[in-house]
Nanobody, 119 residues
């Protein structure tokens, strides 16, 4: 079992930056791919970025070039550096264990952290 706690969200102006963190419990973190997902009101939850245990990454077209996903296996922490934020990035952001083959989440969700970008 793994528990995930997201943090780092907040209110930021368009063009600004935020760095999200996801603290994980359990040894499974270091050997599993992880992903950042987001869900805006009225929209489906979508994968924004994913990273394998070895550091290979995937980005949705909507965030490519602006977001950077990284992980620190020693600290069991996942990060999402978000630059050049846009109002359309406004969403609740969650981290989750991720199947790289299908880019789908599994396991429990954390509470999420809210990101709000003003225009």
């Amino acid at each position: 079992q793994v528990q995930l706690v997201e943090s780092g969200g907040g209110l930021v102006q368009a063009g600004g930056s935020l760095r999200l963190s996801c603290a994980a419990s359990g040894s499974i973190f270091s050997i599993n791919a992880m992903g950042w997902y987001r869900q805006a009101p009225g929209k489906e939850r979508e994968l924004a970025a994913a990273i394998s245990s070895g550091g290979s990454t995937y980005y949705a077209d909507s965030v490519k070039g602006r977001f950077t996903i990284s992980r620190d296996n020693a600290k069991k922490t996942l990060y999402l550096q978000m630059n050049s934020l846009k109002p359309e990035d406004t969403a609740m952001y969650y981290c989750a264990l991720t199947r790289l083959g299908s880019l789908t989440p599994f396991g429990p969700w954390g509470q999420g952290t809210q990101v709000t970008v003003s225009s």
